[in-house]
């Protein structure tokens, strides 16, 4: 391997959690003819509507604002339908992992019109997707299976011949049908298709290359990317991610220096301006643990003031009456004044676990929740909320660790809490001081070895 990925590709490129669903698509309806060709659209609306034929949680995943985001439908009863509606500023690109037959399978969701729905079925053994073929035209165009992980070719030259030959196909089917499609779709296909051919010409393990050649012509490409590098910042694509993480494993490659982070400094100036990679830093420094303070301080040299941190920076206010006053259920199934959940004694600090059962990486929090929970008894107030929309499957699992003293649900997508956050993924935690002042809408894991540390410039 060219580099070591292992810590940093899984932190980086993997999200908090994957939920695998079985998706298979199925042609079932005409691409519907669009006229009227529009121009730049502002705001994207998107409803994701499931059928639940059998219970369940159907997921997908995407970045939003260049950020890690996945959300979830649960179903807790058959013949349920249940939907969720997000507005989006950008296209965006939602993908779906399933294990079918134990082997991975990718499938893709273009949101790209002011008002788009995406419809499912949900089965045990599998899920259906119902909604307009012209959102699933990714899945007729790439049939790639690949989950982020780094290619080994046996012949380079034949990967990359094969690569461009696809995308000029691809290409050529999208004009061909481009009548189905407002101007804004075909540009936003179009771009998608660009962006993919990029990050799979450098998802290649450059170490296994032997041919000079195909160095040079990645030299070429190389180039070519950072003169389209704003591409990055007109989509919503987990490729976004990708394209940065690779071309930084070019740079390694090319200096020879495998250690990430030192080779930021050799990025191409056009890439700096681009929110997408500080979308990946802001990223990168909330998943590797492993991170030296001096490790973080030069990452965050690269981060522009922008967006991205003033949505964080604007929310360190007290919170709503509309939250403080709102209903939380207790293991008891009582309704309690969220207020009342929040008062403390002798504490400075509070700190929130946003959770729920079937989130893997939240359940490997656990143990570390307790060692900080037992450090710091009497100087912080610990308290656990389970987002589950099953609540019977919360408190079995409740009544199986024997822990019911500090935890809660919110079963309720609308609730004020879960609106204000913005909860799109998690585990997340959230600190807040004696006043209800949000300190932080997204602080460090008890498992991250900067957790003690941060935690207690605040007890101070």
Known sequence: MDMDIKRIGKNILFFPFILFTFINCQKNDSFSKNEIKSQKIDTLNVITNVSFFDTGTFALNSLINQRNFNFSISGTRKNAKESKKITLTKPT?????ALVNGKAKVQRYFVFSKNDTLKFEFHKDGSVYKGNKNNAILNTLIADNIVYSIEEPDNSVN???LLKKKYEDNLRIIKQNSIHYTDFQYTAINDYLKLYFYYK???VDFSKIRDPKVIEELDSYYNIVN???QILDKLNAVQNKGLIFN???YIS????NPKIIDNLQFLDKKLYKTEALDGFLLDYIEYDYTLSQNEIINIKKYIKKNPLNAEIINKRQNLSKDILDSNIEDVTSTKIIFKNILSIKAEKLIIIDLWAT????CLSEMPEWKKAQQKYTGKIKFI????????KKWHTFLAKQKDTDINYIISNPNHPFIGYFKVNSIPRFILLNKNYEVISDDFLRPSNPNFNQEIEEYIK
């Open 201 to 203: 010409l450098f998802n």
């Open 247 to 249: 071309l930084l494993r």
């Open 358 to 361: 079937w989130c893997v990486p």
């Open 253 to 256: 490659f090319k200096k020879r």
């Open 227 to 229: 003169n389209n590098i």
């Open 93 to 97: 690109i939602f993908e779906s992992y």
């Open 159 to 161: 990967y990359i011949e």
């Open 384 to 391: 656990r909320i389970s987002i589950d929309q099953d609540q």
